[in-house]
């Protein structure tokens, strides 16, 4: 057994998510998702102890992992700026947002800066398209963003 573990909350959260699946196959995706949840990413530490709660191969759950873009396999930045590409985001100014912060971050999807403070991960419509364009900043969103406030957003993380 490796040094990951949920904590209690979440091995509630599996728990009660586990009676809701008939097969504890399917349970591999909450599973994982929920260490993600926890620690940001997903080490192979974690595979390990979902293979061992579900009685796969740790294999099986890189495999899957792997499969699963949204699964970051990688430590992320302290800070996660998920910024939305879709339609209403992008016409809005998405790519403008984008080119900021490579400018001031010098960052491109799916990059972390060298101080692991920030990490950029592009992402489809998160259902906020009337305050386009928006980010989501470690889950928590920021809509009807131009640069100068993503600036001070960015700023107020330093
Ligand atoms: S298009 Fe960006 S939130 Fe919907």
Redesign the pocket.
């Known amino acids: 057994m490796g040094k990951f573990k949920y904590t209690p909350e979440n091995e509630e959260k599996f728990q009660i998510t586990a009676k809701k699946y008939p097969k504890i196959d399917s349970m591999m995706l909450p599973a994982l998702w929920l260490v993600q949840e926890q620690e940001g990413w997903v080490s192979p530490d974690a595979m390990i102890y979902v293979a061992e709660k579900l009685g796969k191969s740790p294999i099986q759950v890189y495999e899957f992992a792997t499969f699963y873009t949204m699964f970051n396999l990688k430590p992320i930045g302290t800070y996660h700026i998920e910024l939305?590409?879709?339609?209403?985001?992008?016409i809005m100014g998405?790519p403008e947002l984008k080119k900021f912060i490579k400018e001031t971050l010098g960052i491109e999807p799916g990059q972390t800066t060298p101080d692991g403070k920030f990490h950029l991960s592009e992402v489809?419509?998160?259902?906020?398209?009337g305050?386009?364009?928006?980010i989501a900043l470690n889950h928590q969103y920021h809509e009807n963003l131009t640069v100068e406030k993503l600036d001070k957003i960015i700023k107020e993380c330093k």
């Open positions: 939305c590409k879709t339609l209403s985001c992008m998405a489809e419509c998160q259902g906020a398209c305050g386009a364009p928006m």
